[in-house]
């Protein structure tokens, strides 16, 4: 059997990232009534194109069975939707956005940034593929149109409502698989003089920081600024900045422009290029050995949760976020060693996490069972949730944090 294509470049993908095994979609949580079925599993076998270097998960589930129903609803995290409002002010100091001006966001989910854009009077578009998150945002008076962008969605968007100042696209950019059809919807568009923002996950965090319970099928490619560039250069779009951020566990924003008005870029950008060179991933060699290092992680995790099933320590989860799905599932933890999870978005609860049927009950649940250990699930959170949590130490309970290294925390702190 050949190997599949980059969706990038089009070369074999012969060469193997990291392989996780098989999952079903981390989003795909059940109902009770569900739980005496069968499920799908999917692979996790992440690649690396030996000619232009992506790192990318072949798309072994479209993205039209994921993300047409999506369960995520960006409002429903405090720090993200700060995060959102932070952008925003930003944005707009550094591009001069006035009442004439117009931003459009892709993946605009439930409105969590565009109300931000609303607030300041700035005429804005989100586009959003799940209906039902859709609603949401429509219902709080943001403009939203319901597709999935690609080149063609781009240029019917634009020949109807304008070209954009601003083009966001934050955290959706992983998340197709046709990236370059993608990129291509941006660059129809943005203005000629506009700016194209992308928050992306980065590679050298994730290599770094051991983040492996980053990858899920909904996450198609693991970008770093040196492939981020060639992706859009594909679409006519030229990097001319970059900001560095600690959001889902050390994130990319990178700023740019069309390739006919772009000028040099940035020294951020030869920062973090040279970052990434140091660090190996300019060259398919220097991405070797992560499967020992996540082999690592598993083994601790694993091995204290045992431990505390063998002293008749209780262990709950704090969240049922897609990555936790991811570690979940890959280190074969079920009910038999994590009784329950908690999350705040409702939607979730008196619901089960797909393939270990772990149950997801309210926050609440936590005072009234009591755990010995809060285990973490969205880390990249983890202060936000230790401060939250401070009541776990009342009764003597303590937080885990699965990764870098597994590491118990005091609440609170
Ligand atoms: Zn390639």
Not at 28 to 41: P, S, V
Not at 121 to 149: H, M, S, Y
Not at 212 to 233: F, P
Not at 315 to 326: C, D, F, L, Q, S
Request: hydrophobic share 45%; proline share 6%; glycine share 8%.
């Amino acid at each position: 059997m050949s190997a599949p294509a980059c969706r990038l470049c089009g070369a074999e993908l012969t060469h193997t990232f990291v392989d996780l095994g098989m999952s079903p979609p981390c989003e795909a949580i059940l109902e009770a009534g569900q739980l005496d079925r069968g499920e799908t599993f999917y692979p996790l076998h992440v690649r690396i194109c030996p000619q232009c270097l992506l790192v990318q998960l072949p798309a072994y589930i479209p993205a039209e069975e994921i993300f047409t129903h999506y369960a995520y609803f960006s409002s429903y995290s405090d720090s993200w939707v700060a995060h959102a409002k932070a952008f925003v002010d930003g944005a707009a100091d550094r591009l001069g956005l006035h009442a004439g001006s117009f931003v459009v966001e892709v993946a605009s989910n439930d409105g969590y940034l565009l109300q931000h854009v609303v607030a300041r009077g700035v005429r804005c578009l989100g586009i959003e593929p799940a209906a039902n998150v859709a609603q949401a945002a429509l219902d709080k008076g943001i403009p939203t149109e319901v597709r999935f962008l690609g080149e063609t969605t781009g240029a019917e968007v634009a020949a109807a409502n304008g070209r954009a100042d601003l083009v966001v696209a934050n955290n959706v950019f992983a998340h197709v698989p046709d990236i370059v059809d993608f990129a291509k919807g941006l660059r129809a568009l943005v203005a000629d003089d506009g700016y194209v923002s992308i928050e992306i996950p980065h590679l050298l965090r994730l290599v770094e920081g051991r983040e492996y319970d980053t990858i899920y099928h909904e996450h198609y490619s693991y970008l770093s600024l040196l492939t981020t560039q060639r992706v859009l250069a594909a679409a006519g779009l030229t990097v001319v900045d970059v900001d560095e951020l600690p959001t889902h566990g050390g994130s990319l924003r990178t700023w740019s422009t069309p390739a006919e008005n772009a000028g040099a870029p940035s020294a951020a950008v030869a920062k973090v290029l040279a970052d990434e060179a140091a660090a190996g991933l300019h060259t398919l060699e220097g991405h070797a050995g992560f499967s020992e290092v996540v082999a690592d992680v598993r083994n601790d995790l694993v091995e204290f949760l045992v431990e505390c099933s063998r002293k008749g320590a209780k262990v709950a989860g704090y969240g049922a976020p897609g990555k936790g799905n991811t570690l979940l599932n890959h280190c074969g933890i079920r009910s038999d060693l994590l009784a329950f999870t908690v999350d705040r978005n409702p939607f979730k609860h008196g619901k089960f996490l797909p393939g270990t049927h772990i149950p997801v009950h309210p926050v609440e649940r936590l005072a009234e069972e009591k755990p010995d250990y809060v285990l973490i699930l969205p880390w990249n959170l983890r202060t936000e949730i230790a401060a939250q949590l401070e009541y776990v130490g009342e009764w003597g309970g303590q937080l885990v944090v699965p990764l870098p290294s597994l590491e118990i925390v005091h609440p609170g702190r």
